[in-house]
C-alpha cells in the first residue's frame, strides 16, 4: 500500500519551464513534508519541506504548494536549469516520528 | 564537514553469503537511519537507532536482517544468507535528533547472485 502517491513518474522540460510534480497522501497523522533530490549514484539531498499550517513555502527557484484539505502537495521548480536534472522524491513523516515515507520519484530531465 | 559516509559503496555477494554494511554519521547526529532503496524506487525505512538504541526495526523484511550501533555512533546493518531480492542499494541517515533534516550518505549498492 503506497502511503504517498506521486505523479508524474518522469517529466520533460526545455530550459526555462516550470515543471511541477505532485504528491498524494491518506495519512492525517502526517504533518511535515519534505522534498529531497537524488543525483545517480548519491543519496537523497532535502531541498525544501513544508508543514501543513502553511499552503505553500518558496526557497529560490523552488516552490511547495500545500492543500491540507485535499491532502496534496506539489513541487514547482521554476526558471528550471539541465543541472535540475534529477530524480525527485516527496516525503512525509508523522508526528513525533522521524521515520520518512517517500513517494516512488519523478525522473526530471531539463534540455538546453 | 565531513557528510554521512558509507562502506563499501558496491559489494557483489553470492546468495547464501553474510554481508556487513557500514555507516559513519554525520559526528555529533543523535538519530541513525537506514533505508533500503529498489532500483527505480523510493528509499524504504528499515530501522532507527537514538544513541545506541534501535527504537525502530519495524521496516526490516526478515530475520536475516540485522543492524546495530553499538556505541552511538556507527552503524553495521548485517544480512545474513543474502537472497537475489536483496539486491538494492542501502542508504543511511543522520540527523541531530530534531525531527527534521535527514543528511543521506552515498549508499551501498548490493548485488547478490
Known amino acids: 500500500q503506497q502511503q504517498v502517491k506521486q505523479s508524474p513518474q518522469s517529466l520533460i522540460v526545455q530550459k526555462g519551464g516550470i515543471p511541477i510534480i505532485n504528491c498524494a497522501y491518506e495519512n492525517t497523522a502526517f504533518d511535515y513534508f519534505p522534498w529531497y533530490q537524488q543525483f545517480p549514484g548519491k543519496g537523497p539531498a532535502l531541498l525544501i519541506a513544508i508543514r501543513p499550517d502553511v499552503s505553500e513555502k518558496k526557497e529560490g527557484r523552488f516552490t511547495i504548494s500545500f492543500n491540507k484539505s485535499a491532502k496534496q502537495f506539489s513541487l514547482h521548480i521554476m526558471d528550471s536549469q539541465p543541472g535540475d536534472s534529477a530524480t525527485y522524491f516527496c516525503a512525509a513523516t508523522e508526528f513525533n516520528t522521524d521515520k520518512l515515507i517517500f513517494g516512488t520519484g519523478t525522473r526530471l530531465q531539463v534540455f538546453p | 564537514g565531513a557528510g554521512v559516509s558509507q562502506s563499501p559503496r558496491y559489494k557483489v555477494a553470492k546468495r547464501g553469503q553474510d554481508v556487513a554494511l557500514r555507516c559513519d554519521p554525520i559526528?555529533?547526529?543523535?538519530?541513525l537511519f537506514w533505508y533500503q532503496q529498489a532500483l527505480g524506487q523510493g528509499p524504504e525505512f528499515l530501522t532507527y537507532f537514538q544513541n545506541e538504541a534501535q527504537l525502530d526495526k519495524s521496516g526490516l523484511p526478515s530475520d536475516r536482517f540485522f543492524a546495530e550501533r553499538p556505541e552511538g555512533s556507527v552503524s553495521t546493518l548485517k544480512i545474513q544468507r543474502t537472497q537475489q531480492e536483496d539486491s538494492a542499494v542501502y542508504l543511511c541517515?543522520?540527523?541531530?535528533?530534531?525531527?527534521?533534516?535527514?543528511?543521506f550518505g552515498p549508499g551501498t549498492r548490493l548485488l547478490v547472485l
Open positions: 559526528s555529533g547526529h543523535v538519530s
Open positions: 541517515a543522520s540527523d541531530e535528533g530534531s525531527m527534521e533534516t535527514q543528511y
